[in-house]
């Protein structure tokens, strides 16, 4: 495991409150060992979480050619035939991943190929689990074509508590399947579009992780 580099910064400054608390805390009190023992790890805790959130795991990837990998940590929460506004313009299959805050929140390539679109939308900040937090909330579409018949579309969509979305893809790059795309920092979602004819793999309720679960094959 790593600590992903948009980390680095918060954790420098949770580190710095940590450590105000910490010695103000010892320093107006004289309280037994006991005590300081679990108001320690009380305040400790969110220093953990924050170090926690920005974890990478380091994982052999299951890279499977007609696969579409998870592009995300989380539960799948839906499962249904949409229709896809911004890019295609026509039904797919939605498949929506929530990341909450214990979840890994780097988010990785479902498929190889060539990146064909991307694009950034400022937005609001609804629950993710709501359907309008696709298109209402701050997101980041990306679309990957593997082939004339095989192409994912993919959406970052910032939550209520997340208030970036961290994006590397550009037009015309070429990636590998379990590849690092960027991240969405505190709890999020990812939809996922692909063809009406595409096998899902998984079911709502189902817990998958990136660069292992196989949500569909082509």
């Given at each position: 495991m790593r600590l992903h580099k948009e980390g680095f910064l918060p954790i420098a400054v949770a580190a710095a409150i940590e450590a105000v608390c910490l010695f103000l805390y010892y320093y107006f009190t004289d309280l037994n060992v006991w005590v300081n023992v679990v108001v320690t790890i009380l305040l400790l805790l969110?220093?953990?979480?924050?170090?926690?959130?920005?974890?990478?795991?380091r994982r052999h990837i299951n890279r499977v050619e007609?696969?579409?990998?998870?592009?995300?940590?989380?539960?799948?929460?839906?499962?249904?035939?949409?229709?896809?506004?911004?890019?295609?313009?026509?039904?797919?299959?939605?498949?929506?991943?929530?990341?909450?805050?214990?979840?890994?929140?780097?988010?990785?390539?479902?498929?190889?190929?060539n990146i064909e679109y991307v694009a950034y939308h400022p937005g609001k900040y609804f629950v993710a689990h709501l359907p309008k937090s696709s298109l209402d909330n701050?997101?980041?579409?990306?679309v990957v074509r593997r082939n004339e018949n095989d192409v994912v579309l993919f959406r970052q969509i910032a939550g209520f508590v997340a208030r970036r979305i961290v994006s590397y893809p550009q037009p015309g790059n070429q990636v590998q399947q379990g590849e690092e795309m960027g991240m969405i920092r505190f709890g999020s979602r990812v939809d996922v579009f692909l063809p009406l004819n595409a096998e899902v793999n998984v079911k709502v309720g189902d817990k998958v992780r990136t660069q292992k679960t196989v949500l569909a094959y082509f």
């Open positions: 969110p220093f953990y979480t924050v170090i926690r959130f920005f974890r990478v795991p007609n696969g579409v990998l998870s592009p995300a940590d989380g539960t799948v929460i839906s499962i249904e035939e949409a229709t896809e506004y911004e890019y295609f313009k026509d039904s797919r299959i939605k498949i929506s991943v929530f990341m909450s805050v214990y979840n890994v929140h780097v988010n990785f390539y479902p498929i190889s190929g701050e997101h980041n579409t990306v």
